[in-house]
Structures are given as structure tokens and as C-alpha cells.
């Protein structure tokens, strides 16, 4: 049996990245966020290239992402009319998570998975920050499950 390789080096990261966002932008919930928000390939691909460096900071500590998650998430919530819910990490979460046990095994896979995790708590609790009135929470609080 194979084993499955570690996500400790930027071509793995970017297998995971392009595999997930395939997915992404498949799915019926999160789909429409994501491909209305970056339009064309040639975005697409840009996309790729920062997210693949972002994770290549949190999961190697390589130097080189240079964004600000904060900022687009709440540009992207504004642009949908404040509609983000945690329905929409969750299933984020869950993509993530299982895109990486399909094709990884080992501490940085983990890693990856929990960072994942606690990263969309905190841009939920960013983005609902931003929105006018406060907390104004689509659906209800009742479903802060995130993985």
C-alpha cells in the first residue's frame, strides 16, 4: 500500500490547494461565493498562488504571502449582502478537512487541518465584526459547529 505524503513542501501544498478549490467551486453552497467573487482563470490562478503561500506561512513558516484574509472575507460578505453564515465554514472546514485526508497523512496534514478549523471561528467573529449593526448572524447562532 502507498503511503500518503505530508504537506511539508510547497508542491504538496499547492495539490491540496488546487484540489480543494476545485471542489469549492463545485459546491452548491459555497460555489456562488467563490465564482462570484474571482471571475475569470487568470484570477483564479493568482488566487492559487497567494493561498498556496499562505499556507506555506502557517503550516513551513516560509515567508512570502503578502494579503489580508481579514479585508477580502469582509468584502466578499459586504458584496453578498452580509449573508456569510457559519453554514458556509462549516462546510469549508469539512472540504478542507476531507481533501486532505484523501491525499495526506502526517503532522503537517493535522496541523493544516486544525489551523483550518480555528481560522474560520476567527474570520467568522472578523466578518460579523465588520457588518453594520453587529452581530447579525444569518440562520441563527445555533450552528457554530465549525468542524
Sequence with gaps: MMTKQDLDQRDNIEKLVRTFYGRVRQDE???PFFNGTITTEEAWESHYDLLISFWELNLLGKQG???NPARA?????KHFRNSISTAHFDRWVALWSTAIDELFEGEMAEKAKA???GMAKGMYKKILDKRPGGFIVPG???GLSFG
Design 29 to 31: 453552497l459555497l460555489g
Design 65 to 67: 504571502f503578502d494579503g
Design 73 to 77: 472575507h469582509h468584502g466578499v460578505d
Design 115 to 117: 489551523k483550518a478549523a
Design 140 to 142: 441563527g447562532a445555533s
